[in-house]
């Protein structure tokens, strides 16, 4: 089997999202799976691209909605109205709330109560799940070990999302002792000076392969640790990983999981960069689970890595996190406004070129 994945274009600096297309099969018997869809613009961008490459009449084996953010979400719903779609693999928060009403702060909810205030915070997806249900497509919960395509999540667990839906920005307010003594409670990641005046004010440092300044403890949010992680071992041991806004909690899952089922891992030949290469959602420790440890100075490049990046967004990529990805093996490339294609064994496409690997930068960016 081959297996090509593309990441397209999206968004703006305030809202990057995803959008992913990966093909596989053989030149002319293949099958097509969407992973997010970015915002509105990004959808419709998705279905154009769809159309263009593969006919009017394309059809979608699988889409994947890695976790809720409308970033990732609100582009599936242009790729539902226009384009056949067989499977819908998504959370849907209102029908997986009453498993975790012992989780909530307020202790009276009903199964009822609980599933009509969590759909009303989110609209969005509500709006993709009637979608889906009226066109025929079917939902699935994508959880750890269930196939998609090639593809095997592995993370989350039916158990972890249970734990992580309370703590939620859109679900009423959890019950930080019970989740916190089961052992999965996120401490909030507290959102100060935007931005634009980060940018501004950003501070620089010298970084060399032999220093690292990328550290342990980061810490994003339980919609971010929620994320799908999809992995694939494609023939002649082409492995995959797609990550969605995963966090180190939800790598350290996949981690766990990887290693219990014989999924072998610092062997892939290409992977996602989390969260558009923000430095919040990854540390040394478990990018050398991942990837293996840093690599001498000057080794060959082990396995490709893209990030999905605006054009106009100077803080992202985050240099320090391209480069803890260059010393482990990754020959790293940027969508900063570009198609970016890895082939997989598939032909070589028409209208694309080579570009160069982003190199490792001497430079990086200082922790506040």
Not at 104 to 111: A, I, L, R
Not at 118 to 147: C, M, S, W
Request: glycine share 8%; proline share 6%.
């Amino acid at each position: 089997m081959k297996c090509e994945i593309e990441f397209l274009p999206v968004g703006s600096k305030s809202r990057p999202g995803d959008s992913i297309v990966a093909r596989y099969g053989e030149e002319g018997d293949f099958r097509l799976m969407v992973v997010d869809g970015g915002m509105v613009e990004s959808g419709q961008a998705l279905v154009r691209h769809l159309r263009k490459q593969y006919g009017n009449d394309v059809s979608v084996e699988h889409a994947v909605l890695t976790h809720a953010d409308a970033d990732h979400a609100s582009g599936l719903r242009e790729l539902l109205n226009e384009i056949q779609v067989e499977h819908l693999w998504m959370h849907v928060p209102w029908l997986l709330a009453p498993k975790a009403l012992h989780l909530f702060e307020k202790k009276d909810w009903d199964e009822r109560a609980i599933r009509n205030v969590v759909r009303k915070e989110y609209d969005i997806l509500a709006e993709l799940f009637d979608l889906a249900t009226k066109a025929g497509t079917r939902i699935h919960y994508p959880f750890q070990g269930n196939n998609i395509g090639p593809f095997t999540v592995l993370s989350p667990s039916s158990e972890q999302y249970t734990y992580l839906l309370p703590q939620f920005d859109k679900t009423p307010a959890p019950d930080e002792k019970a989740i916190e003594e089961a052992g999965f409670w996120i401490e909030p990641v507290i959102r100060g000076i935007s931005e634009d005046v980060l940018e501004d004010a950003q501070q620089w440092i010298d970084e060399t392969w032999s220093t690292e300044h990328l550290r342990d403890g980061a810490r994003t949010s339980p919609s971010n640790e929620s994320s799908v992680i999809l992995y694939a071992n494609i023939a002649s041991n082409r492995r995959i990983q797609l990550t969605g806004d995963a966090g180190v909690k939800a790598l350290s899952w996949a981690v766990q999981y990887a290693k219990a089922s014989g999924f072998p891992l610092r062997s892939f030949s290409f992977v996602q960069i989390p969260h558009h290469g923000s430095r919040s959602n990854v540390g040394p420790t478990v990018l050398n689970e991942l990837f293996g440890p840093i690599l001498p100075e000057g080794s060959q490049s082990k396995f490709t890595a893209y990030v999905s990046a605006p054009a106009d967004d100077a803080t992202h990529p985050r240099k320090m996190v391209l480069n803890a990805f260059v010393r482990r093996g990754g020959r790293v490339y940027a969508t900063q406004g570009k198609s970016r294609v890895h082939c997989g064994g598939f032909e070589w496409r028409k209208g694309y070129s080579k570009v160069e690997a982003i190199p490792l930068s001497p430079v990086v960016e200082e922790y506040d």
